[in-house]
């Protein structure tokens, strides 16, 4: 490990580096300045980035996501007061980089980020991925229900139902994962749910079609009418204990909150709302989570960059909570 890099080691954990001697504009440039997996050699969380956009219906870029949310994670502190806790001293943490995956064969690239979830999974590893497009979920969630030997339950933030057939004769998209995902028996389909969905559809046979496959609705309007604290007591009595994968898009967000991502809806959840739902899922059972879709030529001072950062912040220390 690099001696020149002073860091915030507790109780036996290698953190972050100690922002009161390296200004956080410098050193390394992982998230929240954490060290390499290749520095520890094992880590309880990895966070893992996936540079990936060619299941894009829309505007591109969210292959520049996962380092766009790196930096703006510079300015993340190792005590989270929300949930009164230290993540990067429960459990530890590091940047095990990105998965090179090719960006001209959806088919191929999905292959090897099941492979890439696996390997870093093998002997109890969780991982926190950082997108790349909503495609890169289907092979996140295949790794991660094998893992747990069973079907997983899902927690999936987005504008979007993400549960459409194809998009030009094409099954794997941004659009089609969590169809896909139901027809191959990876999700427990008593325990799925769609949070913060809204705007336009091509016919109500969408939703029809999506309460077919047993995903339960909470849409951006229900999270403002009926408040944090009564759709979190209906997630978490959906849930249960089953194992729980969140896949957050960051579309989810109003744009007034994520400007920088590829398919804005008006009418979106807060950054502070979704901080809060995020945070009453403690004590679950959550075995992985992503956050995709962000795309920085879209983003303005970093707002997207930001919420993104600290969204992946609240998951990995939920990872770190028994209860």
């Known amino acids: 490990m690099s001696q020149n890099q002073p860091r915030i080691n507790s109780n036996g954990k290698v953190g972050p580096i100690d922002a009161a001697q390296v200004p956080r504009y410098a050193g390394a440039g992982t998230y929240a300045r954490l060290p390499r997996l290749d520095e520890v050699g094992y880590a309880d969380v990895a966070v893992v980035g996936v540079p990936f956009d060619t299941g894009v219906s829309y505007r591109p870029g969210a292959r520049f996501g996962g380092n766009h ?78 893992r747990a030997g069973q079907p997983v339950a899902m927690l999936h933030f987005d504008a979007h139902l993400d549960t459409w057939d194809t998009y030009f004769g094409a099954e794997y998209t941004h659009g089609t994962p969590f169809r896909r995902a139901v027809e191959e028996g990876i999700l427990d389909t008593e325990a799925i749910s769609h949070v913060g969905t809204r705007g336009p559809l091509y016919g109500k046979k969408d939703l029809d079609e999506d309460r077919r496959f047993g995903f339960g609705i909470v849409t951006s309007s229900d999270v403002f009418r009926q408040g944090v604290d009564e759709v979190v007591a209906k997630l978490r009595d959906r849930i249960g204990n089953r194992p729980l994968y969140i896949s957050v898009d960051i579309d989810v967000l109003d744009p007034a909150h994520a400007p920088g991502t590829g398919t804005p809806e008006a009418g979106g959840i807060t950054s502070r709302e979704l901080l809060e739902i995020l945070r009453g899922m403690r004590g679950m059972n959550l075995i992985g989570a992503d956050v995709v879709e962000v795309a920085p030529a879209y983003d303005h001072a970093d707002i997207t960059a930001v919420a993104a950062s600290h969204v992946a912040y609240d998951l990995i220390t939920l990872m770190g909570l028994e209860s």
Do not use: K, M, W
């Open 69 to 146: 949310i790196r930096e703006a994670s510079r300015l993340l502190r190792p005590y989270n007061p929300a949930q009164d806790t230290s993540p990067f001293a429960n459990l530890q943490v590091a940047d095990a980089g990105d998965l090179a995956v090719n960006p001209f064969n959806i088919n191929e690239a999905i292959e090897t980020i099941q492979a890439g979830a696996l390997d870093l999974t093998e002997g109890g590893t969780r991982l926190l991925t950082l997108g790349g497009d909503h495609t890169i979920a289907l092979p996140l969630l295949r790794a991660a229900a094998e």
